[in-house]
């Protein structure tokens, strides 16, 4: 049967040229993904795909469709019509309340994929599939039902991986905004100096401002008096500017255990990876605050020894210095290796955890202002780089509070740095298990009896 039997291809989808409407970039539409990161809106000019929810979106160019960006519809208005990228081939089922799960899965499968990228034409680098070849598309479908349940079981997983992905982007917010009020914005020290009497410096004004009313407003929870009292009530001024009195200002090799760098490019080479041995770390596992595992290379154990100085360990921080710069994330302490060696476009710090904290510094250096110390060296000329990393790093100055503040700061960020691991591994597995059984459901090889209870199976931790 040929796909076109199920799918309706491009259909028609009314938008007045001149209407401002919803606009979704291929930009928003993730790798290997089901949900629109983002919508837009822009007038209509009369050019781009249109589409409603429970329309299929599937890039037709290089190299966005080998890259799996392909997403189904939702977020939009009810009858609501957006439009998008002229690059989308519009793909909306024939029996929509039967089927739409089923063909998204569909245009997941491998098979699938494979064929698209087959029917590709033009230019090395402008190659597209055309929505003519798409419906030339031949499968052994299964019936109605077996197709029904089939996409409601994988749509059932991809609702469980997207509220992990929820729950972590709300617990790393939580930190964050915890972070920004105790050091960036010393809330509970102008909680104190107001509440001593004490007078704030001019600059700051603004800040007292905004905090008193956040003290005035009904749900307002000041902080236990056993934490507020580890804060002064005053400020000083400094290289830094304005600060709560007392605090440091140190340079990171100040609290460091070691500044590194990664190896020079001809020691880690495709000619030296092995199947299974110390993992690499390249800007790939750098996307989020902790170290993302998975898609590693690997070398033998013999060969990281020699690279031992690159060598680095749960709780360390890892930066980049070419190509990506700006990305940092922590190894968390229940990491899937405990060695690992950075590529030659990363360095890393290990803390000394007597003088600061790494949770601090991960939180510091993924902030506004440690972002700006980080890549206040950097050219983008060519391959964008921070020039001398190591040495740059050494020297970026920053307030390092008290460590009796810094642990209590750890007591409430590290459970929540703890709990976006364990949920992320969930993702992971939930992720494997569906790609796993994805080409047997489509298939119609595997019966619901087959397949696994997700209410006790896969719960996140």
């Not at 209509?44 to 409603?52: A, E, L, N, V």
């Not at 902080?223 to 400094?238: C, K």
């Not at 902790?290 to 100085?309: Q, V, W």
Request: proline fraction near 6%; charged fraction near 25%.
């Amino acid at each position: 049967m040929k796909i076109s039997e199920l799918v309706e291809f491009n259909p028609k989808r009314p938008l007045k040229k001149g209407e401002v409407a919803s606009f979704i970039e291929m930009s928003s539409v993730p790798e290997n993904g089901r949900d629109i990161n983002k919508v837009d809106s822009k007038i209509y000019t009369g050019s781009g795909s249109k589409f409603r929810n429970r329309d299929i979106l599937f890039a037709r160019i290089t190299p966005c469709l080998e890259n799996g960006k392909t997403c189904l519809v939702s977020g939009l208005s009810d009858n609501e019509i957006a439009f998008g990228s002229t690059e989308f081939i519009v793909m909306a089922a024939k029996n929509e309340s039967r089927d739409t799960n089923y063909l998204y899965y569909l245009t997941r499968l491998p098979e699938f994929r494979l064929y698209a990228q087959s029917q590709m034409t033009g230019s090395s680098g402008r190659q597209r599939v055309s929505w003519q070849s798409l419906s030339n598309f031949e499968y052994d479908f299964p019936s109605s039902n077996v197709r029904y349940e089939a996409g409601e079981f994988l749509k059932k997983l991809d609702d469980k991986i997207e509220i992990n992905i929820k729950i972590n982007k709300t617990l790393e917010q939580m930190s964050k905004t915890l972070f920004k009020s105790w050091f960036v914005d010393f809330d509970p020290v102008i909680d104190n100096a107001l509440d001593a009497g004490n007078p704030i410096p001019e600059p700051l004004q603004s800040r007292v401002e905004l905090r008193q009313k956040v003290r005035n407003s009904a749900d307002f929870k000041p902080l236990p008096a056993e934490i507020r009292s580890l804060f002064p009530n005053e400020f000083e001024e400094t290289e830094l500017g304005w600060v709560p009195k007392g605090w440091s200002i140190v340079r990171t090799e100040d609290v460091a255990l070691k500044i590194g760098m990664g190896p020079f490019g001809s020691n880690i080479k495709v000619s030296t990876f092995v199947n299974a041995g110390v993992p690499i770390i390249s800007g790939q596992h750098l996307k989020a605050p902790l170290l993302i595992d998975g898609d590693n290379n690997f070398i033998t154990p013999e060969h990281a020894e020699k690279l031992k100085n690159s060598a680095v360990y749960r709780k360390d921080i890892i930066f980049t210095h070419a190509g990506n710069i700006g990305q940092v994330s922590l190894i968390p302490e229940d990491s899937e290796y405990d060695r690992y060696i950075i590529s030659q476009r990363q360095f890393f710090l290990r803390v000394n955890e007597s003088k600061s904290s790494p949770y601090y510094l991960i939180h510091y250096f993924r902030s506004e202002k440690g972002q700006h110390a980080l890549l206040s060296n950097a050219s983008q000329v060519g391959v964008p780089s921070i020039a001398r990393p190591s040495t740059h790093l050494k020297n970026i100055s920053f307030l390092n509070p008290p460590m009796v503040l810094l642990k209590e700061f750890e007591k409430f960020s590290t459970p929540l740095f703890h709990r976006f691991s364990k949920n992320r591994k969930c993702g992971v597995s939930l992720t494997n298990l569906r790609d796993t059984l994805l080409p047997k459901l489509i298939s119609g090889e595997l019966s619901m009896e087959d397949l696994p209870d997700l209410t006790t199976d896969t719960e996140a931790a």
